[in-house]
């Protein structure tokens, strides 16, 4: 019975508690709410009833309640909460006390039953993901096998006999050998034809902890190999800034930010690179400081008498630029942040070409994004720009989802309303199939982490690495490639002393001549001093974030119940900046509470440091203080991703103690310089801060050897790393060069109207001079033929289209089916009526129009000729859901260039059988589903879905194909008759992207005329820079019921709900009110 006397005495202190604090709980009820909060913030309802109080909701005060309960919850048996409940009902009396504890008991048994069922069926839907992701592997290395020649497959049996004698002598090994690579090394040696122009992309937010997308790209190879990399780095959410950078803010405001800006200043400081650009979001509101509000900043100046340009921040707007968007609220607006990226790129792709390259475009090298909402915008800018993309996901989205689920504390659902983590993960996902590097910091981090994912298979991506190797196809499958880089650190900060073990400015500061002080001493250090009777111990140094995660409360209960280390160390606790507990979120006023009432519980005054303020400018001064006491710096986190206060502690010559999940085990095994612990056992926290103060030949030995190694992290090392597997990465990634149609001058006669499309052809046509110009005797000659054909074209109009004078688009995407899939009649209605108004702008002559489709063009062709409507209206059509482009100012030529672009990773032939295999939910007939022959063609293949059928939804589908290593496009249309399977970089959206960079048209001044719904991919349709006009009443039946499931994300995480781009038309609205709806946006 001495569990339940442990029950007991926690269900007592509950109870004290609730006596000691008459005032704030002065009932039974009030008390069970606050046993309600303790499993979600905003959701007490659901388990406890209705004891909903206003007045409650809006104070924000901390309860030693959830500290006992959590303990009672954790640490014992539903078995035991039942005895003890058995037993307070047998001994209860009519006494208050006596019912409040039966009650209590009852609500604690409660919660522990609920965790319990919570954790059962987590456990059974990570048992049917393994079963599913072990079924795709297996269908991917079949269909493999089935390609191999007689001779690959004698090999490879005999291989696979070889591995199984080798299984039964000797043990299996836990980690994979490595392929080796034939990456050249970066060297800053070799500097031919090379100038680097880095842009990093970051958006402003408030959050930050998940906060790092970065988003590199470098510039492409020009015709005279003149080598012009162009790196972006985009974070999507944080406060970023040069100088001053306010760590600590917030929940989400961690090492990420200070990590990308001196990313940035690194590269730009590297030999060949021109320049570097990080791009975030703007924010100008009151409530932060106006430097997040300027559009430009320079991170660094170039160095004297190089061809660098140095370093900036470029602030994008997005979203709403007076107020903070938390990084859970930003999904639906990176649509938005991608178009505004993209006028950048192609802005600084033209100045490059116009001083390199003879005015042609200089386009990215490649693009990084780091974590998985920049993740995400690099997967969108990737695919239009045609460049390879490289990720960096930081703290990834799924792992965090499996252990709050582990944790039981919160449901599946309350996760995903707080968290969006189901947004989240679907955008690593995306980021994933896009990419085709993943940056690591750690091994553990491939493991543990992105193993998780439906898109990368460890194993199965080095099958496909080694038919690589071999010449083998791999039938259009793709695992990106993982590679582990770890973060560098600025070591400038660092001076010479640090490494030295000089204590002299120490002795000033505390010593009997403090008032003598000729050097003045930091600032933060005489803040930190006050708090100790005994300023002479050692230090013991956390600096983290106040987060549960960063197990801060563990390292107080350590410390206080280790009398030797007690009476032989002091604790600094540095968790961020606070003015107020009450006015902090929740979860970090939670920790705060939590770390003060351990201080009282243990008596630990004049022992324990806790600082309100510290600037980031002051961290080094804090490590320079813990190194001169000799003291140890501890990181004793759940799990750390990286860990890059251990290596800042290290740089100052700081032994290191940290937890042993995630990156300190890397970083430890480099340095050699300190500890790893189990960060849930208390007593294993305290005996290794206990051995490295007390012994102070391991102390010194352990400073040597991090001074030593601290090398391995400096930011030149990461780079020269860092930019040797971008080059190999690149090398792997067939491109295509975009061009950008030069608006033509104003010609003086109608027939020379078209005179653009003939000079597209001279730009690869006829005889050049040495200057790579047509002489003049050609250039003539083409110029009258040109005018000769086109004089001979009898009963046609001249055609007078020519995109490069377009200055705006309107783009016509309506889906308009019937129940049984087809075309409704209304669409040629639709179409008038957009040119009638557009007819009645002063804009009449300049604005273009585009047909966007998911049919193909046969039977686009075929409704237009059946409702007598021209072709040649439009500038452009885009048919099987954005896979192909035609022109019919071309004589309906399709852009050959296009489908050159979306074909990377492209599976062609061998998705046929795979779709038609996973199609279905249930076993079907030949008739149910079927190829549709007449709507396939090279980058699309159209299945026809029999009515009634039960197909898998598109998110489903989706994630069998990433299980099996093949990156596609899944589009129902229409009326979810019709399945097109289109390449990863292919869709209408990212299709009229494309055409906005090539004819000059920024998507702000492109109007969509949608429905009010659609195929599958409707929703890429509404977000983004460009206008929408939705018509109502206009669209029939469609096929949105197939996009996602119910456990999935829901649309409001992907689409604004009040966005100032999105207009509505009334049913049977006419030519004028959608003249109305224009003149609105400033259209007239």
């Known amino acids: 019975m001495a569990r339940n006397d442990w029950i007991n005495s926690y269900l007592e202190a509950i109870l ?42 809006q104070e924000k005060v901390f309860s030693p309640i959830k500290y006992f309960v959590e303990e009672v919850v954790n640490s014992f048996d539903e078995s ?27 609500r604690i048994w409660h919660l522990a039953r609920k965790k319990k069922q919570i954790v059962w069926d987590d ?210 607006h990176i649509p938005e942040f991608v178009d505004g990226a993209l006028n950048h790129i192609v802005s600084i792709a033209r100045s490059l070409g116009e001083q390199v390259n003879g005015g042609k475009p200089i386009w990215p090298y490649v693009i990084h994004g780091h974590y998985a909402d920049a993740g995400e ?146 600032p933060i250090w005489s803040e930190i001093m006050r708090f100790f009777s005994n300023p002479h111990k050692p230090t013991i140094l956390a600096l983290s974030r106040p987060d549960h995660k960063k197990n801060v409360t563990t390292l107080v209960k350590a410390f206080g119940e280790c009398q030797p280390l007690r009476e032989l160390a002091n604790l600094v606790l540095i968790l961020g900046n606070r003015d107020d507990i009450e006015e902090m979120p929740n979860s970090s006023s939670v920790v705060l509470m939590n770390v003060l009432k351990l201080i009282d519980q243990y008596d630990l005054y004049g022992q324990v440091a806790y600082p309100k303020h510290h600037k980031q400018s002051e961290v080094p001064d804090i490590y320079r203080l813990a190194a001169k006491t000799k003291g140890v710096f501890i990181n004793p986190a759940l799990v750390e991703p990286f860990g890059l206060t251990l290596i800042e502690a290290a740089a100052y010559g700081l032994p290191i103690v940290a937890t042993r999940n995630g990156g300190p085990v890397d970083i430890v095994k480099a340095l050699n310089n300190g500890l790893l612990v189990d960060p849930y056992d208390q007593q294993a926290i305290s005996a290794a801060l206990l051995k490295l103060v007390a012994n102070k030949h391991l102390w010194a030995e352990c400073r040597k050897n991090g001074l030593k190694n601290i090398h391995r992290f400096s930011w030149p090392e990461h780079c020269r790393n860092y930019l ?13 060069s975009l061009d950008i149609m030069k608006v033509p001058e104003e010609l003086t006669s109608d027939s020379l109207m078209d005179v653009d499309d003939i000079s597209l052809r001279f730009s690869t046509e006829g005889d050049f001079t040495l200057n790579g110009e047509l002489d003049a005797s050609t250039r003539q000659r083409k110029l009258v033929d040109a005018i000769s054909q086109m ?65 193909s063009l046969q039977e686009v062709v075929e409704i237009m000729q059946k409702n007598l409507i021209n072709l040649e209206d439009f500038d452009a059509i885009i048919c099987n859901s954005g896979s192909e482009i035609y022109y019919p100012w071309r004589d309906m030529m399709v852009d ?54 039960k197909t898998r939804r598109v998110d489903d589908l989706r994630q069998r194909l990433r299980m099996r290593g093949l990156r596609c496009n899944i589009v129902y249309t229409h009326a979810a008759t019709r399945l097109n399977v289109i390449p990863l970089c292919a869709s209408r959206i990212q299709a009229l992207r494309y055409l906005s960079i090539r004819w000059g048209i920024d998507m702000s001044k492109t109007v969509f005329f949608l429905g009010e719904k659609g195929d599958t991919d409707y929703e890429d349709l509404l977000g983004g820079l460009h206008k929408t006009i939705i018509l109502k009443g206009v669209v029939g039946s469609d096929s949105e019921k197939l996009l996602r499931s119910e456990e999935n994300f829901k649309r409001e995480d992907a689409v604004p709900q009040e966005s100032p781009n999105i207009s509505y038309v009334k049913e049977n609205g006419g030519p004028q009110e959608i003249l109305s709806t224009l003149e609105a946006y400033g259209i007239k």
């Open 896 to 949: 050959a260039d296009y489908e050159t672009h979306v074909e990377y990773k492209w599976p062609g032939e061998s998705i046929r059988s795979v779709i038609l295999r996973l199609a279905c939910t249930e076993p079907a007939t030949e008739d149910d589903i079927t190829e549709y022959a007449s709507a396939c063609s090279t980058r699309c293949y159209a299945i026809s879905v029999k009515q009634g059928v």
């Open 80 to 106: 035991d909460l039942y005895k003890t409940w058995i037993k307070v009902i047998a001994t209860r009396n009519t006494r208050e006390r006596s019912n409040r504890l039966e009650n209590i008991c009852w």
């Open 377 to 522: 915008v690099a997967a969108h800018l990737a695919g239009a720009l045609n460049v390879p993309m490289v990720l960096t996901g930081h703290s990834l989205g799924r792992n965090k989802f499996e252990q709050l689920l582990q944790q039981g504390r919160i449901t599946r659902e309350d996760i995903d309303r707080t968290y969006k983590i189901m947004r989240r993960i679907e955008a690593e996902e995306q980021s994933l199939d896009a990419a085709e590097m993943v940056v690591t910091s750690t091994r553990q981090e491939i493991e543990a982490q992105w193993g998780l994912y439906d898109g990368f298979d460890i194993k199965l991506e080095r099958k496909l690495r080694v038919r690589r190797r071999r010449g083998v196809s791999c039938l259009g499958r793709y695992m990106p490639r993982m590679v582990v880089i770890p973060p560098g650190m600025d070591f400038s900060y660092v001076l010479t002393q640090d490494s030295q073990v000089p204590d002299g400015d120490l002795k000033s500061l505390i010593g009997p001549d403090r008032n003598q002080i000729k050097k003045p001493v930091p």
């Open 791 to 855: 004089n001979s074209m009898k009963g046609r109009p001249s055609v007078i289209y020519s995109p490069g004078r377009r200055q705006m688009l309107f783009v016509v995407a309506v889906d308009s089916y019937d129940d049984n899939g087809n075309i409704k009649a209304n669409l040629d209605d639709i179409i008038k009526n957009v040119m009638k108004a557009a007819d009645l702008t002063s804009g009449k002559g300049k604005i273009g129009f585009v047909l966007a489709s998911s049919s």
């Open 123 to 332: 456990g059974i839907r990570l048992s049917k993901r393994r079963i599913e992701r072990e079924q795709g592997r297996n269908d991917a290395e079949e269909d493999l096998l089935s390609e191999l020649s007689e001779g690959e497959k004698e090999k490879n049996d005999g291989e696979k006999e070889k591995n199984e004698v080798v299984t039964t002598l000797e043990p299996p090994r836990d980690h994979m050998p490595r392929i080796r690579s034939e990456m050249q090394i970066w060297s800053e040696d070799d500097k031919s034809s090379r100038n680097l122009y880095i842009v990093l992309i970051r958006q402003v937010e408030i959050g930050l902890s998940d906060l790092f997308v970065i988003f590199n790209m470098v510039m492409g190879l020009t015709p005279c190999f003149y080598l012009v990399p162009y790196f972006s780095n985009c974070s999507m959410h944080g406060l970023v800034r040069g100088e001053n950078m306010e760590l600590g803010r917030d929940s989400d405001t961690g090492g990420q930010v200070k990590y990308v800006v001196e990313l940035a200043r690194a590269l730009a400081n590297t030999e060949g690179v021109h320049r570097v650009d990080l791009l975030t979001r703007q924010i100008s509101s009151p409530e932060v400081d106006y430097s997040y509000g300027e559009p430009v900043e320079m991170l660094s100046c170039p160095p004297e008498g190089s061809d660098s340009c140095g370093s900036y921040i470029i602030r994008i707007p997005c979203g709403s630029r007076d107020k903070y968007i938390p990084k859970e609220s930003l999904w639906p």
């Open 16 to 57: 004290d508690v609730g006596t000691s604090n008459k005032k704030r709980f002065e009932s039974n009820s009030k008390i069970v709410q606050k046993l309600g909060d303790m499993n979600r913030k905003d959701h007490q309802d659901k388990v406890f009833g209705d004891m909903n109080s206003k007045d409650h909701h």
């Open 724 to 736: 040797s597997h971008v080059e190999h990465c690149r090398n792997r990634h067939p491109t295509s």
